[in-house]
């Protein structure tokens, strides 16, 4: 088997990781094990040193997806391992995802069920997010945003520097394997109650939510979006065009501007996917 490396972003999850990482050891005895800890006021340094693993420091707070980019930098690994560090994630599976990686796979992403969701709202959230990352690579999205992920190091690390430093991590890299044609698999875990207090805001995760839909467009196929909202807006301007002609007999400056967005909204696609294609080129 390929030589394993573990990274657990983590933020104040102590009292999670007393109990997960001696589970962690116990399960793969022979694994690099890498604690990010990103900018923690409690005691997950001293945590660390006593289960006798990896804590890579931060003096401050950077967010999850910068805690992951560090800890993939400092792997030796040439399997990398992505999971929480709040105690969701079960370290039994991690055996399951290698051993579905090593079918010939680039990435294998821990598929959550309805009843592993931290709530309605996120599981509302994330099964939009699926569709519409399923419409948009033509490929089945079982969970889009799990955080559990066991990927090959060399793949995962080509796409570091599309990385938000937030927490849309696990989109953007699921976005950039299916864009560059490295096959995904998914594989179904239970997720736990999570350890502690957690650190999702829910004003802040509806901008999120957002936010999230247009990267999944714009990781992949920018076109793919743009297209269809300019053709709503060409068909509103003829809809109303037809009408004011029908009332007044006169075509109003509203169906001009109408159509005038469509152009400009197909033409910023068209430009966004040329952009998109030029960020997945790469040398020979």
Known sequence: MSHLSIILPAKNEGEALKELLPR???AQSDAEIIVVDD???DDTRDICAA???TCLSSPYSMGNGAAIKRGARAARGDVLVFMDGDGQHDPADIARLIEKLEQGYDMVVGARDWDSQAGVGRGVANTIYNW???RMTGQVVEDLTSGYRAARAARFREFLYLLPNGFSYPTTSTM????????????PI???QRIGKSHIKPIKDGVRFFLIIFKIATLYSPLKLFAPTSLLFFLLGCANYARTFWVDGRLTNMSTLMWSAAVIIFLIGLVSEQITSLIYRRDA
Do not use: D, H, M, Q
């Open 24 to 26: 962690l050891r116990a």
């Open 190 to 192: 239970k997720a736990a």
């Open 132 to 134: 519409l990352a399923t």
């Open 51 to 53: 289960a006798g693993v």
């Open 39 to 41: 900018g923690s006021t």
């Open 176 to 187: 950039a394997f299916f864009r560059s044609a490295y096959p995904v698999a998914y594989l």
